[in-house]
């Protein structure tokens, strides 16, 4: 009877083992997994660098395309994208943030609250090309704005509020209720707490969903085909309602549809785009871990 | 005090605005689709409609070979992303110790602000030309290249979504199981993993969603070919998918002619898709959200 | 039940005080079903400490949250009844909620500091009223401090961030806020639940000296502070109202059972 009390802790059974094992391996199969979706990632990123960048100059950054792209710089391409990029934003950034706000603070809990957020799901899941249609039959052709900055921005804004709206909400959620309920303890309205309080804690994440949603709409290509995009434009636009040519539609043509297109060139505006991408994503993770290490709550 | 209720109340106005132009947004695209896209219904019989031949030259407007192969590179890329990209989550969530988590995650949301354009690239100047070398095929550019690459797109949203929803299963469940016995991995397939069920699902329902949307990765390395995919083999030959097909035709077609109304018709069945998979991926939710509540309440 | 107008006497100078807060019959009842409030009938006096304790889900925090109209927040399915403010019906529709709230000053359970500086918590509420000579947000900012015995602590670090404070410190800032506007009532829900004994001390000090100047509704946290702080006392039990009379009173000498049953100990 004194069996129970003396249990060696050594010996391990067979259960436990075969457990251990299991664990072990499903880690290891885990791991893997990792391994191999992140891999990729570097290995794209060192290589279109390292075939790109001997062909990064000031000239080509800054200079016009010639002999139909063949030769010269990209910079008409850097200068749609740039105000591109900044049409969308001028365009989505009121109307998401705005929206998130309304869903954040004011929305009530109803049949009609649902739908928007409904709408909001079914917005970030249409096909890229299908906003290019959009845009095309709406702005490009029914409103009369043609291939233009106006409606590629149009366009592209459309289809970066969802993004901006989601990512906004979360931000603004994630400020703790107490402070707003203490704003209006003291006789704040509904606005000013918003506007005094629960906003500028949520600006850190804000912005950087804001500069997510941008880096993608300035990626895109699809939305851009039908809408703003020209192919070999060497003059920069003078106006909302010029065409232009744009970074990644730049990429795109001169990748498939450029015979005897030097591959450096090909690799060297991969790695304008690339560093672009890289640049907004490091300033979205800076803007996001000095937020946290300086939260007040 | 009156100029302040009118500012605020101007303002309140214009956020409630905000709030519902998602409606107006997705009413909007859905009747400018409807618009340019409902004379196919009447320009071109339905047999001929879902025949099998797109060849619009010679008027055979035939979209069946355009779903299928949608379908089927939308089906490799989820045998791809969805094993890799769980199991990735399933890592960064649970096992990654912090050092680890604070590399991986600013490499995945890197994946995911990498252009489509971009990574159609790489798939002509280096995915194809592997394939067509190791799988000793005619030529690279096939289902299977643009299934690879689209999981490479995919892998990113279902990461974040799956993690985001791993992580937010409560603490007191896997301490829970851990008391009483569990190992850490069976704590992670028994407990946390069905508790985080509906998130993964719908991490995995936007991903195949993004899959299915996706418009320049597959233009560039699917080859093209609006053929039926007839079994397996077809995974490793050229197909074109709707979104492609839209894409690289509507530059070329005549205002208001079939063929333009009809690639109109092709983004409303993309529309119609995508809506499908949004509401499905929302009801889970929603569901998973209630039944939670009320074992939790 | 105790009827509205049966206003306890003060026993020592014999002198009847004016209720500062007239409650009728009020009835507030929530969605969930949780805290209501049932035919309420209550005399809150002017520039005094008015306790309302009892078990949890009694009603108290939703009563406090009555008066400065807080529970408008909250999703309220029944509200009737009256509840005057110096003969002023706070419930009317017409009633502007914004000048009421800055009337009457809230410290809440968990001291809430807002993530600005401790200067700025304070000039927070009288920016919001539109005051912005800074003459006057720094008088302001230094008699409530003062008010609040918290002025001596934190007198050189105004522009730090007031989450660096204690939280005994948080709480008293939390009160300073509650008197910056100057207001005509204090609402106070369990004010020292997460406080050491000495900050407890300091917050109950504090109260005994402002109740000259304003009328004082609290919750306390426990049966005790309820005997050592409250000149009236409120037993308050599912919602209704059980027992009200002056403080030395009901505890010593509680009328009714389960008054006495609560304050022995046996349930709770």
Redesign the interface.
């Known amino acids: 009877m004194t069996d129970s009390a003396s249990t060696p802790s050594k010996a391990k059974p067979r259960n436990t083992k075969r457990r251990n094992l299991i664990q072990r391996l499903g880690y290891a199969g885990l791991i893997l997994a990792a391994i191999i979706t992140v891999t990729p990632i570097i290995l794209i990123v060192v290589y279109i660098y390292s075939r790109g960048l001997p062909a990064i100059s000031l000239e080509f950054l800054t200079a016009m395309p010639k002999d139909g792209m063949r030769a010269g710089g990209i910079f008409p391409a850097i200068v749609g994208t740039f105000w591109l990029t900044i049409g969308t934003g001028v365009i989505a950034v009121p109307l998401g943030v705005g929206a998130a706000i309304y869903l954040s603070e004011y929305a009530p809990d109803n049949r009609w609250t649902r739908t928007i957020r409904i709408a909001i799901i079914n917005l970030a899941g249409i096909p890229s090309v299908v906003y290019g249609l959009f845009g095309l039959g709406l702005f490009v052709l029914f409103l009369h704005f043609g291939t233009s900055i106006l409606a590629g921005s149009l366009t592209l804004a459309i289809m970066t509020i969802p993004v901006i709206i989601s990512t906004s909400e979360e931000a603004l959620r994630a400020v703790p209720n107490s402070f707003r309920v203490v704003s209006i303890s003291v006789g704040g309205t509904r606005w000013q707490t918003i506007r005094r309080v629960v906003l500028p804690q949520a600006l850190p994440g804000i912005l950087t969903g804001v500069i997510l949603g941008l880096e993608r709409a300035a990626g895109e290509t699809a939305p851009i085909l039908f809408t703003v995009a020209a192919f070999f434009l060497p003059r920069l636009p003078s106006s909302i309602f010029d065409a232009t040519m744009a970074l990644p539609y730049h990429l795109f043509v001169i990748s498939t549809q450029v015979p005897g297109m030097p591959v450096k060139i090909q690799y060297g505006t991969a790695v304008v785009l690339l560093t672009f991408v890289l640049g907004m994503n490091s300033v979205a993770t800076v803007i996001r871990s000095r937020a946290r290490a300086r939260r007040q709550w | ?1 009156q100029s ?1 209720n009118w500012k ?1 109340f101007l ?2 106005r ?10 107006i ?2 009413v ?2 859905f009747i ?2 409807l ?2 896209g409902s004379a196919t219904i009447i320009e071109v019989p339905l047999k001929t409609l879902f025949s099998t031949r797109w060849y619009p030259i010679e008027g055979y407007f035939g979209i069946l070979p355009l779903i299928c192969g949608s379908i089927i590179v939308t089906i490799g890329a989820t045998l791809i992303a969805v ?3 769980v ?2 989550a ?3 969530a649970e ?2 110790p912090r050092w680890v988590r604070e590399i ?1 995650k ?6 995911a ?6 990574l ?3 798939g ?3 995915i194809a030309p592997a394939v067509r070398q190791i799988l000793n095929v005619p030529t690279g550019l096939t289902a299977f290249t643009g299934a690879i690459l689209l999981a ?1 797109m995919a ?1 990113p949203t279902i ?1 974040s979504v799956a993690e985001d929803s791993l992580d937010s299963v409560p603490r007191t469940y896997r301490d829970a199981a851990l008391a009483m016995g569990a ?4 704590t992670i ?1 028994r407990v946390t993993l069905p508790a985080a069920r509906s998130g993964v699902l719908t991490a995995v329902m ?1 991903g195949v ?1 993004r899959a ?5 990765t597959v233009m ?1 390395v699917t080859g093209n070919a609006p053929v039926m995919p007839t079994g397996l083999g077809s995974l490793f030959r050229p197909v074109r998918t709707m ?1 492609a097909t ?2 690289a035709e ?2 070329e077609v005549a ?1 208001g002619s079939v063929h333009y109304h009809t ?2 018709f092709i ?1 409303i069945v ?2 119609v898709i ?2 499908l ?3 499905v ?2 009801r889970i939710v929603f569901r998973q959200q209630k039944r939670a509540e009320r074992i939790l309440s | 039940m105790v009827s509205a107008k049966e206003t306890p006497t003060l026993v020592n100078n014999g002198i009847e005080p004016k209720p500062k807060i007239l409650i009728e019959n009020l009835t507030v009842r929530y969605s969930d079903g949780t805290e209501s409030l049932r035919q309420i009938n209550l005399a809150i006096p002017e520039n005094a400490i008015t306790v309302l304790f009892g078990p949890a889900g009694g009603g108290k925090s939703t009563l406090l949250r009555t008066i400065n109209r807080l529970n408008d927040l909250a999703d309220v399915v029944e509200l009737s009844g009256h509840l005057y403010l110096d003969g002023r019906d706070v419930l009317a529709k017409d009633r502007d909620v914004i000048a009421l709230r800055r009337n009457i000053g809230m410290v809440f359970a968990r001291p809430v500091v807002l993530p600005m500086s401790i200067r700025q918590n304070l000039t927070y509420a009288l920016e919001l009223a539109g005051v912005r000579d800074s003459e006057r947000l720094n008088q302001a900012v230094e008699e409530s401090l003062k008010a609040a015995a918290l002025w001596q602590e934190v007198e050189d670090r105004l522009d730090e961030p007031a989450v660096r404070l204690s939280g005994g410190q948080q709480q008293r800032l939390c009160i300073a806020r509650a008197l910056v506007l100057k207001p005509e009532v204090i609402l106070l829900d369990e004010p020292t639940s997460g406080l050491d004994p000495i900050s407890t001390g300091k917050v109950e000090s504090s109260l005994q000296v402002l109740k000259e100047d304003y009328t004082i509704v609290l919750v306390p946290h426990s049966v005790q502070q309820a005997a050592r702080v409250a000149d009236y006392a409120a037993f308050m039990l599912d919602g209704r109202l059980v027992e009200y009379a002056e403080g030395k009173l009901l505890f010593t000498n509680p009328k009714d059972q389960r008054t006495e049953d609560y304050v022995e100990g046996r349930f709770g």
């Open positions: 005090m302040r605020e303002i309140t214009m956020i409630k605005v905000s709030g519902y132009s998602a409606i947004f997705v909007m695209i400018f689709l618009r340019e094993p890799l990209g199991c990735c399933i890592f960064i096992i990654a991986l600013p490499l995945v949301e890197l994946l602000g990498l252009p489509s354009v971009m159609g690239f790489l002509i100047l280096v490479g892998i990461v190992t850490k991995w069976q397939w936007l969603g299915i949307g996706e418009t320049m560039m979104t839209i894409a509507m530059g205002n690639l109109f983004g993309l529309f995508s809506l998979i949004n509401l991926a929302a």
